[in-house]
T-cell receptor, first 115, second 114 residues
Framework: AQSVTQLDSHVSVSEGTPVLLRCNYSSSYSPSLFWYVQHPNKGLQLLLKYTSAATLVKGINGFEAEFKKSETSFHLTKPSAHMSDAAEYFCVVSAINNAGNMLTFGGGTRLMVKP | NAGVTQTPKFRVLKTGQSMTLLCAQDMNHEYMYWYRQDPGMGLRLIHYSVGEGTTAKGEVPDGYNVSRLKKQNFLLGLESAAPSQTSVYFC?????????????FGSGTQLSVL
């Protein structure tokens, strides 16, 4: 079994300040991990992915995430928030088990950016 | 290159009515998925398909049926809609067999059941 917990349902930051969106996972198998972003009334777009290569993963729009196996975490960060970053973010774990490939989504974190 | 296209974008149904949501992808992807998105619950997998003519149940399949008669199309059916099926529905597709590396999403269908 696998699960994903996004520790904050809402995060509010001021423009120009750092962003931290937290994600913890559990998986019985060697997982791949993803962050997706969803802007209002749009589908989900891949931000970045971890697939057992480098533990620090760089994505689009200045975002990055670090895979920490000992902490079972995959937190998303950005040094300086921009107004256009306001969106909902989903952490996703992907693993293969006897039933095939399984994707599990976290509950989402809504990021608000104040001017 | 349209990617993943969902129709319709919005729909309002009365309890007991039926409808079909259409998903089409032009990327020659093997895998296709239907998810529903509800506040605070992320996306939950309804059904998926690993190839033409095949379908499988996901996490929340009850009340839904699917068909994959053509590789590029994945249909989601509601035979008798219920208010609990009010949600935003997303279709997605992916290329790789085995471990999925990236999903491509449609823009969603907002369904209200009264």
């Amino acid at each position: 079994a696998q699960s994903v917990t996004q520790l904050d349902s809402h995060v509010s930051v001021s423009e120009g300040t750092p962003v931290l969106l937290r994600c913890n996972y559990s998986s019985s198998y060697s997982p791949s991990l993803f962050w997706y972003v969803q802007h209002p009334n749009k589908g989900l777009q891949l931000l970045l992915k971890y697939t057992s290569a480098a533990t620090l993963v760089k994505g689009i729009n200045g975002f990055e995430a670090e895979f920490k196996k000992s902490e079972t975490s995959f937190h998303l960060t950005k040094p300086s928030a921009h107004m256009s970053d306001a969106a909902e973010y989903f952490c996703v774990v992907s693993a293969i088990n006897n039933a095939g490939n399984m994707l599990t989504f976290g509950g989402g974190t809504r990021l608000m950016v104040k001017p | 290159n349209a990617g993943v296209t969902q129709t319709p974008k919005f729909r309002v149904l009365k309890t007991g009515q039926s409808m079909t949501l259409l998903c089409a992808q032009d990327m020659n992807h093997e895998y296709m998925y239907w998810y529903r998105q509800d506040p605070g619950m992320g996306l939950r997998l309804i059904h998926y398909s690993v190839g033409e003519g095949t379908t499988a149940k996901g996490e929340v399949p009850d009340g839904y049926n699917v068909s994959r008669l053509k590789k590029q199309n994945f249909l989601l059916g509601l035979e008798s809609a219920a208010p609990s099926q009010t949600s935003v529905y997303f279709c997605a597709s992916s290329y790789q067999r085995g471990r999925v590396e990236k999903l491509f999403f449609g823009s969603g269908t907002q369904l209200s059941v009264l």
